[in-house]
Nanobody, 113 residues
Framework: VQLVESGGGLVQPGGSLRLSCAVSGFELAYYTVGWFRQVPGKAREGVSCINRGDGTTYYATSVKGRFTISRDNAKMYLQMDSLKPEDTAAYYC?????????WGQGTQVTVSS
């Protein structure tokens, strides 16, 4: 099992980034997949996910209307538009079932002028 994020970086407020997560060992359609973020000293925040089965999506209130999650069979993506300084965090992708979860090593997103 391996999850590898990419696409993070430094962007100005109002800019966009697209995070990717390459997943090996799973067919993503059979699991709930998503992204969370973490800032040192703060609690982990669930950003977005796609539920297995019906494929319904969830977005945190703080990112709704600005972020879009998607996936294909082996990768998941997080399109982030209209970025704000408060979106600065390490972003992690994950795959989970009812009994376990795996996540990647994270990619840093910094929104600053």
């Amino acid at each position: 099992v391996q999850l590898v994020e990419s696409g993070g970086g430094l962007v100005q407020p109002g800019g966009s980034l697209r995070l990717s997560c390459a997943v090996s060992g799973f067919e993503l359609a059979y699991y709930t997949v998503g992204w969370f973020r973490q800032v040192p000293g703060k609690a982990r925040e669930g950003v977005s996910c796609i539920n297995r089965g019906d494929g319904t999506t969830y977005y945190a209130t703080s990112v709704k209307g600005r972020f879009t999650i998607s996936r294909d069979n082996a990768k998941m993506y997080l399109q982030m538009d209209s970025l704000k300084p408060e979106d600065t965090a390490a972003y992690y992708c994950y795959v989970r079932s009812s009994t376990w979860s795996y996540w990647g090593q994270g990619t840093q997103v910094t929104v600053s002028s």
